[in-house]
């Protein structure tokens, strides 16, 4: 089965510009999670949707990021305009059901450098 | 405090050594608990999941404690393959939905 892909794999941007980040879950994965991890941190959770709903979305900084999920399958996030404290890494991950109780597949991740 | 703590490291070992990592967890109503592995510059992968009664597989050994909020990992005869930052993941359950908290990780050297 293929995994979670994203792009772009690399960005880097100047501050005040904006970005944005494609996912696409493993098929038939309902739920789908972006997370950010800054270096020498593990990742943590921006937003998680349950098919096209964003059922929790309170680490989301909603002045400057959004994201959605047309349809409940690729997701987009979206940050305008860019901060030099954006510098890192988004990975979008996604698990089968809300009530698993197994680990979730991580894509590659998109290493954002803002300058 | 965090909601899950990890030493950071780095544990610096010769191959063929036993290293152990400890984590703490502050929600004690958590459900579920990981270990995944991330190789540097690379995307985190889940190693294993952990269970109440303890589990292995291989050379790696998970281990719960509920009571304490406590979660280990135990590797044996370490490869320099196992270099990696480990990191531990706690799965709080909260309002019916899967979420992953995870630690700030555990960095390991395996030398020759």
């Known amino acids: 089965e293929a995994g979670v892909v994203q792009s772009p794999r690399y960005k880097i941007i100047e501050k005040k510009q904006p970005v944005a980040f494609w996912c696409n879950p493993i098929?038939?994965?309902?739920?789908l999670y972006w997370y950010r991890q800054n270096l020498g941190q593990g990742p943590e959770l921006l937003i998680r949707?349950?098919?096209?709903?964003?059922?929790?979305d309170s680490q989301l900084p909603k002045d400057r990021f959004s994201a959605e999920r047309l349809k409940g399958v690729d997701s987009t996030l979206k940050i305008q305009p860019a901060e030099l404290g954006d510098s890192a890494v988004y990975l979008c991950?996604?698990?089968?059901?809300?009530?698993?109780?197994?680990?979730?597949?991580f894509g590659s991740g998109t290493r954002l450098t803002v300058v | 405090r965090k909601e899950v703590e990890q030493d950071p490291g780095p544990f610096n070992v010769p191959e063929g050594a036993t290293v152990a990592f400890n984590c703490t967890y502050s929600?004690?109503?958590?459900?579920?608990f990981f270990w995944y592995r991330q190789d540097c510059r690379k995307e985190p992968k889940l190693l294993m999941s952990?269970?109440?009664s303890g589990n292995e597989d291989g050379r790696f050994t998970a281990q719960l404690n509920r009571a304490s909020q406590y979660i280990s990992l135990l590797i044996r005869d370490s490869k320099l393959s196992d270099s990696a930052t480990y990191l531990c993941?706690?799965?709080?359950?909260?309002?019916?939905?899967?979420?992953?908290?995870f630690g700030a990780g555990t960095r390991l050297a395996v030398h020759p």
């Open positions: 991950a996604s698990s089968r059901g809300q009530t698993t109780n197994y680990g979730y597949t």
């Open positions: 098929s038939g994965h309902n739920t």
């Open positions: 949707y349950e098919n096209e709903e964003a059922v929790d």
């Open positions: 929600n004690s109503a958590s459900q579920s």
């Open positions: 952990v269970y109440s």
């Open positions: 993941v706690v799965n709080p359950f909260s309002g019916g939905y899967n979420k992953l908290i």
